[in-house]
């Protein structure tokens, strides 16, 4: 079943402030039944100051009750585990998990002030006192209100950040691209994809997980000229990772991860062999992916083909085919565009039954 990012549709989570403000500006401007001229002063007084309580108390309750209902079950049952894993990576589940029940808990506390409130309002021996009790049963839903600002702010820097995560569709197939910084990963999602992932000669550019779309065409046979339709291909563009442990991995590092983990159905490794210094580590890198993703096929590419020179070139795949026998290495250009995008169509192609196992497995659905 497909799937997009649940955190857009959130409304944004307002500070205590005005939150409350809203809710009192509400209750102040709605009209009460039963106070016209005719009623007695003090029954008239009674009847608004108490049905004034009544509002606040639903209005703060019901704003309350929908940032919590507003925010998807932390379950991968229910959102993608890729959301769970982000949530549980940026924010902490548990944490979240208890901001807000704090508002559910905010609101029944505010739902006792009015009932404490009410009967000493109709009881009310004068104009004054039933007033007196409205500002108070008012001052006190406000105090509660006040005390959850923190955590209405914190919430909502959750919303905020996690509507910036990509929106994945659970019937896609999904490629995700792998390798250690500057690489040329993003380089080579916005040569395929309709992606624009940010672009830069530094480590680290990315610093969140980017998807694009690729279309991988079928034809009626071998010697088809025109496809008769096309299967569209999530590609995932990942922060870098380097060569280290998972419990020394930063944030952006463990959000790679996140994205092999839960989305990965197939997986392009990018090397760079010009930066000289960390060959090595680009080789424990694979070696940790090709250990721990074992099922899932694995392209790999060594990328800027073209800053390499002829010398370069042979050393490369005479240290590749001793090293590495078994494992076929692409070397290409980044700025040829079509090479890479028929590879990765020949690579789908040639993998597309064990892609369409993994996304059976994980209940998502067939290409």
Known sequence: ?????????????????KLFLMAHNNVMKTSIRGTSESVPPLQRIRKKEATRIELLSKELRNRLFRIVEDFPRMDAEIITGFYVEI??????????????????????VVWKIKREHLGAVWNARSVLAAKTIRRAAFGRMKSVIIKLDARLEFIEGVRARMRGMPGIDLDQPTICIAGYPNVGKSSLVNAVTSATPEI???????????????????????????????????????????????????????????????????????????????????????????????????????????????????????FWEQNFPQKVLHLLSMNNKEEIRQLLIVFFEENRTQIQQIMKKRKIGEI
Request: proline share 6%; charged share 20%; glycine share 4%.
């Open 87 to 108: 949530l549980d990576l940026s924010f902490g589940l548990d944490k979240i998990r208890k901001t807000l029940g704090s508002f559910s808990g905010a609101a029944d």
């Open 200 to 318: 830069g000669a530094y480590p680290f550019t990315t610093k969140e997980v980017t998807l694009g779309h690729l279309k991988i065409p079928i034809f009626v046979s071998s010697i088809s000229e025109r496809p008769i339709s096309h299967i569209s291909c999530q590609i995932v563009d990942t922060p870098g990772i380097l060569d280290r442990s998972l419990t020394e991995m930063k944030e952006i590092e463990l959000r790679a991860i996140a994205a092999l983990k839960t989305l990965a159905t197939a997986i392009v490794f990018i090397f760079d062999f010009t930066q000289e210094t960390s060959i090595t580590s680009q080789i424990n890198l694979l070696d940790q992916i090709s250990q721990n993703f074992r099922e899932v096929p694995l392209l790999l590419i060594c990328g800027k083909e073209d800053l390499l020179n002829e010398s370069q070139k042979k050393q490369l795949q005479a």
């Open 1 to 17: 079943m497909p799937s997009t990012n649940p955190f857009r549709s959130i409304i944004p989570v307002p500070r205590a402030d």
